[in-house]
């Protein structure tokens, strides 16, 4: 049979061929002259597994770092596989340029720096660069993989990558080089999957010694401080024995702003673990019990947002927020599903059900309150003697949280996905993305058979959905608007602006808390009908206006 060509198609359109099994050798040898070299000049050598959204900036803060001297101290190799979704990544990072689109401009200035000045980073498709490693961190996703909508129990980790790249590592690392794992892992993973793993591949390459491993999560924010949000923020590391504890130490100090956000060491991967897993399930849980309030709310004439309000004032309730349409994010809606499933799945115990009572419901909740946002754009047109069937109805944000371009497990897909079941006609603002994928490639986006697509119908159509940066024109003729996220654009729209561009009065609805009293008001005088997600208080506003 004759190879057939495989490319990989990035964002942007750009296409790359997959290279062959002939190019791997030569591969290796460009990278392992570069490797020798840095070496000869006293730097570390670093491998960094899976340079997506987190390993790609990780690695160049590694590469970036310095001696006491100011002289550059570490040669950093990112590793990425040569899949269609992925391989892009490795010529664009090639280049000089950021495989992931970020709103901090530290990014784009980081990634090229040390690719084309200190020559300090380079990209692979070849992981036998792991042998010329002093230090491997590994960065590839474990996701957890839901069955049902609202149902978080179901669901079951993902580890095929990262036990993928555990073989690859124990196959090929030098018995001295120590591994990190930066993934987020069920706790467990590191000690009792990860671990036997190296082993075993040490075992059958004849190795003694035993493989240095230790564990540190990333805390990373998408947004304008994308880089300092791994660089210059705490972090909390352990190693699987006493030399790969002070290794992983060691290696944090030198290339994280360890002096200014000290470091935190446990005794064991399984606590550093636990700590990631129970600080999401905290902020999610934070956010979902606000949910039941938020009904309550739009049922007794009570503003939610101004009782968050109210109780931020209170030193020590500063940290309360409104939940918006959803809780996204790539963490949040799985990380406590991870903790649930290692219960039973990696540490043998079989009364989880009867332990896990909160964490799966915050979930659940966070999961499905967009639903709710449907509800009320049809109960609004409903109002205005008009279907949701068949309405043109604009979301304004498709990201997962304001002033981001980052749409994974948005709330406002599971608002586009339930209102287009019921024969909505969606359109898209979004000023900070270009290419909702969750929606345009569907059928492959997160992977094959994982889009929430699966627990809607009627959702094919929704391939050809565009993000529209045009708010006028975007609202030319719509029925009804969804403010979703609050984005900075979205802050001072006038209500005089939105009827006019929409040619009409029309449904708004507030999914964050984003319209003052007195937009309400206006939006009712112009004839329009208003609801809004955790603010009962409308209702009032539409009577006063309704006597005057
Ligand atoms: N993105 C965030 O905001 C965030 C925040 C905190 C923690 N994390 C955690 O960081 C980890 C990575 O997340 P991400 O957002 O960077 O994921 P991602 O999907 O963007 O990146 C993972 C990369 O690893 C690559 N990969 C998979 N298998 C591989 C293999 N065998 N060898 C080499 N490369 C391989 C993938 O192709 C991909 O490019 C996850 O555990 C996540 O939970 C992410």
């Given at each position: 049979?004759?190879?057939?060509?495989?490319?990989?198609?990035?964002?942007?359109?750009?296409?790359?061929?997959?290279?062959?099994?002939?190019?791997?050798?030569?591969?290796?040898?460009?990278?392992?002259?570069?490797?020798?070299?840095?070496?000869?000049?006293?730097?570390?050598?670093?491998?960094?597994?899976?340079?997506?959204?987190?390993?790609?900036?990780?690695?160049?803060?590694?590469?970036?770092?310095?001696?006491?001297?100011?002289?550059?101290?570490?040669?950093?190799?990112?590793?990425?596989?040569?899949?269609?979704?992925?391989?892009?990544?490795?010529?664009?990072?090639?280049?000089?340029?950021?495989?992931?689109?970020?709103?901090?401009?530290?990014?784009?200035?980081?990634?090229?720096?040390?690719?084309?000045?200190?020559?300090?980073?380079?990209?692979?498709?070849?992981?036998?660069?792991?042998?010329?490693?002093?230090?491997?961190?590994?960065?590839?996703?474990?996701?957890?993989?839901?069955?049902?909508?609202?149902?978080?129990?179901?669901?079951?980790?993902?580890?095929?990558?990262?036990?993928?790249?555990?073989?690859?590592?124990?196959?090929?690392?030098?018995?001295?080089?120590?591994?990190?794992?930066?993934?987020?892992?069920?706790?467990?993973?590191?000690?009792?999957?990860?671990?036997?793993?190296?082993?075993?591949?040490?075992?059958?390459?004849?190795?003694?010694?035993?493989?240095?491993?230790?564990h540190s999560f990333?805390?990373?924010?998408?947004?304008?401080?994308?880089?300092?949000?791994?660089?210059?923020?705490?972090?909390v590391c352990s190693?699987?024995?006493?030399?790969?504890?002070?290794?992983?130490?060691?290696?944090?100090?030198?290339?994280?702003?360890?002096?200014?956000?000290?470091?935190?060491?446990m005794?064991?991967p399984?606590e550093s673990e636990t700590t990631k897993?129970?600080?999401?399930?905290?902020?999610?849980?934070?956010?979902?019990?606000?949910?039941?309030?938020?009904?309550?709310?739009?049922?007794?004439?009570?503003?939610?947002?101004?009782?968050?309000?109210?109780?931020?004032?209170?030193?020590?309730?500063?940290?309360?927020?409104?939940?918006?349409?959803?809780?996204?994010?790539?963490?949040?809606?799985?990380?406590?599903?991870?903790?649930?499933?290692?219960?039973?799945?990696?540490?043998?115990?079989?009364?989880?059900?009867?332990?896990?009572?909160?964490?799966?419901?915050?979930?659940?909740?966070?999961?499905?309150?967009?639903?709710?946002?449907?509800?009320?754009?049809?109960?609004?047109?409903?109002?205005?003697?008009?279907?949701?069937?068949?309405?043109?109805?604009?979301?304004?944000?498709?990201?997962?949280?304001?002033?981001?371009?980052?749409?994974?497990?948005?709330?406002?897909?599971?608002?586009?996905?339930?209102?287009?079941?019921?024969?909505?006609?969606?359109?898209?603002?979004?000023?900070?993305?270009?290419?909702?994928?969750?929606?345009?490639?569907?059928?492959?986006?997160?992977?094959?058979?994982?889009?929430?697509?699966?627990?809607?119908?009627?959702?094919?159509?929704?391939?050809?959905?565009?993000?529209?940066?045009?708010?006028?024109?975007?609202?030319?003729?719509?029925?009804?608007?969804?403010?979703?996220?609050?984005?900075?654009?979205?802050?001072?729209?006038?209500?005089?602006?939105?009827?006019?561009?929409?040619?009409?009065?029309?449904?708004?609805?507030?999914?964050?808390?984003?319209?003052?009293?007195?937009?309400?008001?206006?939006?009712?005088?112009?004839?329009?009908?208003?609801?809004?997600?955790?603010?009962?208080?409308?209702?009032?506003?539409?009577?006063?206006?309704?006597?005057?």
């Amino acid at each position: 049979m004759k190879n057939e060509v495989k490319y990989s198609v990035s964002p942007t359109g750009e296409k790359f061929v997959i290279p062959s099994q002939e190019d791997f050798q030569p591969e290796f040898e460009k990278i392992e002259k570069l490797a020798k070299q840095a070496k000869a000049e006293g730097k570390e050598v670093v491998v960094v597994m899976g340079v997506g959204f987190v390993g790609a900036v990780m690695a160049a803060i590694v590469a970036d770092t310095v001696d006491e001297n100011g002289n550059p101290s570490k040669f950093v190799i990112g590793s990425q596989r040569p899949s269609v979704r992925s391989y892009w990544k490795i010529p664009v990072l090639n280049r000089g340029e950021s495989p992931v689109k970020a709103e901090d401009p530290e990014v784009d200035v980081l990634i090229e720096r040390c690719v084309n000045e200190k020559k300090t980073l380079v990209a692979t498709f070849n992981s036998d660069c792991i042998k010329l490693a002093d230090a491997v961190v590994v960065d590839v996703q474990c996701d957890y993989q839901k069955q049902e909508l609202g149902n978080m129990k179901s669901g079951e980790a993902d580890m095929a990558a990262l036990e993928a790249t555990m073989k690859t590592i124990g196959e090929n690392m030098s018995p001295d080089c120590m591994v990190l794992i930066e993934t987020t892992v069920a706790p467990g993973t590191t000690e009792f999957v990860a671990w036997p793993i190296l082993k075993k591949a040490f075992s059958k390459r004849g190795i003694d010694s035993v493989p240095l491993l230790a564990h540190s999560f990333e805390r990373v924010m998408p947004g304008r401080e994308y880089v300092s949000s791994i660089r210059d923020f705490w972090r909390v590391c352990s190693g699987c024995n006493l030399e790969a504890r002070n290794r992983v130490e060691k290696f944090l100090h030198e290339v994280l702003n360890t002096d200014e956000y000290p470091l935190t060491v446990m005794d064991r991967p399984i606590e550093s673990e636990t700590t990631k897993i129970v600080e999401n399930s905290y902020r999610a849980t934070i956010l979902a019990y606000l949910h039941e309030w938020s009904l309550f709310a739009e049922k007794n004439g009570v503003d939610l947002i101004k009782v968050i309000d109210a109780i931020k004032m209170r030193p020590t309730h500063s940290n309360m927020i409104f939940p918006g349409p959803g809780i996204g994010g790539y963490c949040l809606p799985k990380d406590g599903g991870l903790g649930y499933w290692s219960y039973k799945h990696i540490l043998g115990f079989e009364d989880g059900d009867d332990i896990f009572k909160i964490t799966p419901t915050a979930i659940d909740i966070n999961d499905t309150r967009g639903l709710h946002v449907a509800t009320l754009t049809r109960d609004a047109l409903r109002n205005m003697a008009r279907y949701i069937a068949g309405a043109e109805v604009l979301i304004c944000g498709a990201s997962y949280r304001q002033d981001v371009g980052d749409t994974r497990y948005s709330g406002s897909e599971m608002v586009v996905r339930k209102l287009t079941e019921l024969g909505a006609e969606m359109r898209i603002h979004d000023p900070y993305v270009d290419h909702w994928y969750e929606l345009e490639i569907q059928d492959t986006y997160p992977s094959p058979g994982t889009s929430w697509a699966r627990f809607f119908r009627n959702q094919d159509h929704l391939t050809e959905s565009r993000v529209s940066k045009d708010l006028k024109t975007s609202l030319k003729g719509v029925e009804a608007v969804i403010f979703a996220v609050p984005h900075d654009e979205y802050k001072d729209l006038d209500p005089d602006d939105i009827v006019k561009w929409a040619g009409g009065p029309i449904a708004v609805i507030d999914a964050f808390g984003m319209l003052s009293d007195e937009k309400i008001k206006r939006y009712f005088e112009l004839g329009c009908e208003v609801k809004a997600l955790g603010r009962g208080h409308v209702q009032r506003i539409k009577q006063e206006v309704k006597e005057k």
